[in-house]
Nanobody, 127 residues
């Protein structure tokens, strides 16, 4: 099993920045994709960003492209989400997810393709 723990959420003013972290433990020898998803009250979970654990390819939702950056530090078994120019509509619980499979680009944004999920961290952006 893989355990994922998110951290770094909080309250920030519009236009500000936050960096979320997700640290994996357990089956960290596995090669898998890592993704960030978010869910706002009353809305469905949506894809935010993803990165391949064994490569450098990154993927972003159109709503965050140019503002958010996903990165990884394999030595620390950690993936990051740097969030800049935050907007009130970014307010949500952000979840880290991991897949034990190498996902093609057509599937890497699909939450159902991920095998493990963290507990979530709250991000609130005030206006």
């Amino acid at each position: 099993q893989v355990q994922l723990v998110e951290s770094g959420g909080g309250l920030v003013q519009a236009g500000g920045s936050l960096r979320l972290s997700c640290t994996a433990s357990g089956r960290t020898f596995s090669t898998y994709a890592m993704g960030w998803f978010r869910q706002a009250p009353g809305k469905e979970r949506e894809f935010v960003a993803a990165i391949r654990w064994s490569g450098s390819s990154t993927y972003y939702a159109a709503s965050v492209k140019g503002r958010f950056t996903i990165s990884r530090d394999n030595a620390k078994n950690t993936v990051y989400l740097q969030m800049n120019s935050l907007k009130p509509e970014d307010t949500a619980v952000y979840y880290c997810a991991a897949s034990v499979h190498s996902l093609p680009g057509s599937l890497i944004s699909k939450g159902a393709q991920y095998d493990y999920w963290g507990q979530g961290t709250q991000v609130t952006v005030s206006s």
